[in-house]
């Protein structure tokens, strides 16, 4: 979430270059719905800086971890221009549209580490040297800062992130010349959003604890947003930019503070208030069920063919209610 800068930036979630990416849709696109910062980091990895033979990357800055998400979007947006123009179409954009959102927060450090280092170990990403990310002498024992350190503490989640890019690979046409790629949208976001929920298990059993946030408010909603998407993960939902733009819609402009009465409150818009509801809601419902309602959900949704007409009226008809924000 948008923690208060006296929050340290090595929370959850710098090099500023040349040679810029336009955004999708078009250039005139408008820059709120993007990341902070989007346009003024590169999706080329030889940007980053090379000491003793290893490529080093600052994972705790903001600017080193949004240009790992870039990197990624420009190396796989080709597998994806039939889902969508302008590179829209590419599945990885819930990843980056949502790390805008929660780029004060830590949670997210290992999906990003885990998607960069996979494609990485799986040779999708080509690269020079060795990848190293900046340790930290705090908490140092809860991360890990190479592929062969990921690969050694999470190898499950580690499986998952290689898995998705292995599939894309498989893809590739047959024919050097030939530059059409036959990537499903429906696999390929099956596997981003498995691999997702793998290395966000991993964050939620470790940064739960309120020495990671300015406030209960906003622990809660962090760790309640997160367990939502367990929800839209299940229905496939499409993670394509625009998809994930309109589900971001009402995520919350400022920082939950304790005490808010969310219902009165006017820093929220109407839509936003949408959103904060739903997304306590469901969780907490499947907390006093003891799990039920998830199972009953999950076993419905991927037993037949509403997977994605659930996915879309679960964000369409619920988060995106009303239609004045």
Same mark, same amino acid.
């Given at each position: 979430?948008?923690?208060?800068?006296?929050?340290?930036?090595?929370?959850?979630?710098?090099?500023?270059?040349?040679?810029?990416?336009?955004?999708?849709?078009?250039?005139?696109?408008?820059?709120?719905?993007?990341?902070?910062?989007?346009?003024?980091?590169?999706?080329?990895?030889?940007?980053?800086?090379?000491?003793?033979?290893?490529?080093?990357?600052?994972?705790?800055?903001?600017?080193?971890?949004?240009?790992?998400?870039?990197?990624?979007?420009?190396?796989?947006?080709?597998?994806?221009?039939?889902?969508?123009?302008?590179?829209?179409?590419?599945?990885?954009?819930?990843?980056?549209?949502?790390?805008?959102?929660?780029?004060?927060?830590?949670?997210?450090?290992?999906?990003?580490?885990?998607?960069?280092?996979?494609?990485?170990?799986?040779?999708?990403?080509?690269?020079? #040297?060795?990848?190293?990310?900046?340790? @930290?002498?705090?908490?140092?024992?809860?991360?890990? $800062?190479?592929?062969? *350190?990921? /690969? &050694?503490?999470?190898?499950?989640?580690?499986?998952?992130?290689?898995?998705? #890019?292995?599939?894309?690979?498989?893809? @590739?046409?047959?024919?050097?010349?030939?530059?059409? $790629?036959?990537?499903? *949208?429906? /696999? &390929?976001?099956?596997?981003?959003?498995?691999?997702?929920?793998?290395?966000?298990?991993?964050?939620?059993?470790?940064?739960?604890?309120?020495?990671?946030?300015?406030?209960?408010?906003?622990?809660?909603?962090?760790?309640?947003?997160?367990?939502?998407?367990?929800?839209?993960?299940?229905?496939?939902?499409?993670?394509?930019?625009?998809?994930?733009?309109?589900?971001?819609?009402?995520?919350?402009?400022?920082?939950?503070?304790?005490?808010?009465?969310?219902?009165?409150?006017?820093?929220?818009?109407?839509?936003?208030?949408?959103?904060?509801?739903?997304?306590?809601?469901?969780?907490?419902?499947?907390?006093?069920?003891?799990?039920?309602?998830?199972?009953?959900?999950?076993?419905?949704?991927?037993?037949?063919?509403?997977?994605?007409?659930?996915?879309?009226?679960?964000?369409?008809?619920?988060?995106?209610?009303?239609?004045?924000?």
């Amino acid at each position: 979430m948008w923690s208060a800068l006296a929050i340290p930036t090595f929370l959850f979630l710098s090099l500023f270059s040349v040679g810029l990416a336009s955004n999708p849709e078009s250039v005139r696109a408008i820059n709120k719905n993007y990341p902070p910062f989007w346009n003024q980091v590169s999706g080329d990895i030889t940007v980053f800086p090379v000491k003793d033979n290893k490529i080093i990357i600052n994972i705790w800055n903001y600017l080193d971890r949004l240009q790992m998400y870039k990197i990624l979007i420009t190396q796989t947006n080709k597998y994806f221009v039939h889902i969508g123009a302008n590179d829209t179409g590419n599945v990885l954009w819930a990843l980056a549209l949502t790390y805008g959102k929660l780029y004060k927060t830590g949670i997210n450090f290992f999906e990003i580490v885990m998607n960069f280092l996979a494609a990485v170990e799986s040779k999708f990403l080509n690269v020079p #040297y060795e990848i190293v990310l900046v340790s @930290r002498g705090e908490n140092k024992s809860d991360f890990c $800062y190479s592929v062969k *350190e990921c /690969r &050694a503490s999470y190898p499950e989640a580690m499986d998952a992130a290689v898995e998705f #890019y292995q599939y894309l690979q498989s893809t @590739r046409p047959a024919l050097g010349n030939v530059s059409v $790629y036959d990537a499903s *949208e429906e /696999r &390929a976001t099956l596997l981003m959003w498995k691999a997702h929920r793998a290395a966000i298990d991993i964050g939620l059993s470790k940064f739960t604890n309120m020495s990671w946030y300015s406030s209960v408010s906003e622990r809660n909603f962090t760790v309640d947003f997160l367990n939502f998407m367990e929800f839209c993960e299940s229905t496939v939902y499409h993670s394509d930019f625009n998809s994930s733009k309109s589900f971001l819609l009402g995520f919350p402009c400022k920082p939950l503070e304790d005490g808010e009465n969310m219902a009165s409150n006017t820093n929220f818009k109407t839509r936003e208030k949408a959103f904060l509801t739903l997304v306590k809601f469901m969780p907490n419902l499947n907390k006093v069920t003891d799990g039920w309602f998830f199972m009953v959900w999950k076993s419905t949704v991927e037993s037949t063919q509403l997977r994605h007409s659930l996915g879309r009226f679960l964000i369409e008809t619920l988060l995106l209610m009303p239609l004045k924000a």
